[in-house]
């Protein structure tokens, strides 16, 4: 299984954001062992697994 890396960046003003859409993420795990994790996560109206 590959790895997952999350990067995170901060920004000055607010003039980019006419230029992101929106998008709404919810997320849960429904197992989690030192072995493996089941991840939920909707976005939008989509669910995944």
Known sequence: MGIEIERKFLLT????????????????YLNSAKERTVRVRTIDDKGFL
Not at 17 to 28: D, E, I, N, V, W
């Open 13 to 28: 003003g607010t003039t980019w954001k006419h230029l992101a859409p929106g998008t709404s993420y919810r997320q849960g």
